[in-house]
């Protein structure tokens, strides 16, 4: 989103952006009504996924009430929130994943680069799921049911720097995935990319602290899911911290700028469908 | 056709298939992360609760033990056949199969065999690794019977889950989309074969169902064997219920599947 004359400041491309990615929202929605059973059947999967997602924690608590520090209760608060990070996820990044690399192998790019928009926002966004939506709804109910069983004190301050916090993780956690997939410039196929990046998401299914310390500091900063799942829930159940939010926002800043710039390098190798 | 020209067909085949998936042998290496990173999250998350006092009913070196084979024996006795199968079904694609003197599951089995040949050697130094970072409590028996056990307990397991996923893909004869139940079946399996976490940490009042259940003789009979404490009687007994379930798998889909032909009009017929 650079200055151009449809866009004198940022803030004007800001919110031509906004409006495109409305119009593709509405156009997503629409084409969803179109498949009812494919909406229906996402929704009745994630739900599955969830209640299955739960029965290796349940289990782990039968045998302990407590793992450094986290109750049961805790942790079921954390699948919850993970559900909500991956739902965001998996509602506006994911469908466009598989697509970067066919759009560099077919050449369909070159139609994305010749449009009025910014290219990393297109191949990014484009695309969005809108039955996700009720994956985060039960991922709110998880958390919920989590957090009354849990141990600590929900407060209006916890919330926001979860909400904060959530956001951060998804951005994080997108910029990190766009960066990977990539790599699709310099490879003929991405594919098992989504793969990968799906099983090492699992690993925010459990509170950080149950890692050791060179995984935990993989999560929080080369592969931030800990941003997505274990930060908010620390902050719904009291143990938040505002630096946290504070570092979140300037590492989803620092990602964003730095995936701006891998982009702009990335294309420099695209050679086109024809050429 | 006798089985020695079926084998023969099958090692063509097998030859053909293993060509065509070494172009794609960066894809199987990343696959093969996949395959690694479940486990060992599980165990890393496991012996967090062991470290916290937690009273298992089994202990570190089974655990360990367990998550660091376990994506090598998931993925011997892995199939993923029903989708592509249920696909030929729906678009007449097995037509040309069924006018060939050999039959769409020699197909099947030689993928299956030439892709694990490939899936093996690149997943060999992810567990080198993993076993590299637990070597002081993988614990793995030194008797050999227990691994001619083991060997044999893999390629009846591995039979059976690709005669279950044949089984699957004969409903594609009657349903268009099978997508559903294949995936109904996933989520059940892996709690019932011990893919998210060995059979022993199940509640004490499920495990008589548990120990018979067909899923567990399609991955953890294979684990427990050089894993578990398993007295003689409860070999015996493992081992004579690992030797049937194929038997019974292939006979049901060979029926199903014959019952399916029977019903089958290609696209255009």
């Known amino acids: 989103m650079t200055s151009s004359p449809l866009d004198p400041t940022f803030l004007h491309a800001f919110r031509r952006h906004l409006r495109l990615w409305k119009r593709f929202l509405t156009q997503s929605v629409v084409r969803e ?25 349940l289990l782990l608590y039968s045998f302990t009430d407590d793992i450094n520090g ?25 469908p466009n994943m598989e697509r970067i690399s066919l759009y560099v192998r077919q050449g369909d790019l070159d139609l994305i680069l ?109 592969f931030p899911v800990g941003f997505a799942s274990t930060f908010p829930v620390d902050a719904l159940v009291g143990r938040g911290d505002w630096n946290i939010v504070l570092i979140g926002i300037t590492l989803s800043v620092l990602a964003l700028l730095l995936l701006r710039r891998w982009w702009h390098f990335a294309i420099r190798f695209y050679s086109s469908a024809s050429s | 056709m006798t089985l020695s020209q079926s084998l023969r067909i099958i090692r063509r085949l097998v030859i053909i298939d293993f060509t065509g998936a070494l172009i794609y042998r960066a894809e199987f290496v990343m696959f093969m992360v996949s395959t690694i990173l479940a486990p060992a999250i599980s165990l890393l998350v496991w012996r967090a609760a062991l470290a916290n006092g937690a009273s298992l009913p089994v202990d570190a070196e089974y655990l360990t033990t367990y998550f660091v084979l376990l994506g090598l024996v998931s993925m011997l006795t892995s199939s993923w056949t029903s989708s592509f199968l249920a696909e030929d079904i729906r678009l007449g694609n097995i037509s040309k199969w069924i006018i060939r003197p050999g039959s769409t599951h020699f197909n099947g089995i030689a993928n299956n065999l030439s892709e694990k040949m490939i899936k093996s050697v690149a997943l060999a130094p992810f567990i080198a690794v993993l076993w590299w970072f637990f070597r002081d409590t993988v614990v793995l028996p030194s008797d050999p019977l227990r691994w001619v056990l083991f060997l044999l307990s893999i390629v009846a397991a591995a039979i059976t889950v690709y005669a279950l996923d044949v089984l699957t893909a004969s409903l594609a004869f009657w349903i268009d989309d099978i997508g559903g139940i294949n995936y109904a079946r996933g989520l059940l399996a892996a709690i019932l074969r011990g893919q998210l976490l060995p059979l022993a940490l199940l509640p004490a009042w499920s495990q008589g169902f548990i120990d018979i259940q067909p899923f567990r003789f399609t991955l953890s009979f294979s684990l427990e064997i050089v894993v578990g404490n398993l007295t003689t009687q409860d070999l015996v007994l493992g081992t004579t219920l690992q030797l049937i379930y194929p038997v019974l798998a292939v006979l049901a889909a060979r029926a199903l599947w014959q019952r399916g032909l029977r019903a089958y009009t290609a696209v255009g017929a």
């Open chain 1, 70 to 94: 986290w109750s049961r209760g805790d942790v079921i608060a954390l699948g919850g929130v993970y559900q909500i990070s991956i739902a965001l996820l998996w509602f506006g990044i994911e």
């Open chain 1, 114 to 222: 010749i449009r009025p928009v910014s290219g990393l926002f297109y191949v990014m966004l484009r695309w969005i799921k809108p039955a996700e939506i009720f994956m985060i709804l039960t991922g709110l109910a998880v958390t919920m049911v989590g957090l009354a069983q849990g141990s600590g004190a929900l407060n209006a301050g916890g919330i926001l720097q979860a909400m904060v916090l959530v956001i951060c993780g998804v951005i994080l956690v997108s910029s990190a995935w766009t960066a990977i997939v990539m790599s699709a410039f310099w490879f003929t196929t991405t594919g098992p990319v989504a793969t990968v990046v799906a099983d090492v998401m699992q690993a925010g299914k459990y509170p950080l602290s149950f890692y050791p310390t060179a995984i935990r500091l993989f999560f929080s900063f080369v």
């Open chain 1, 33 to 57: 009504t179109h498949y009812r059973t494919q909406f229906i059947a996402t929704f009745v999967v994630g739900l599955l996924q969830l209640v299955f997602s739960l029965i290796p924690v």
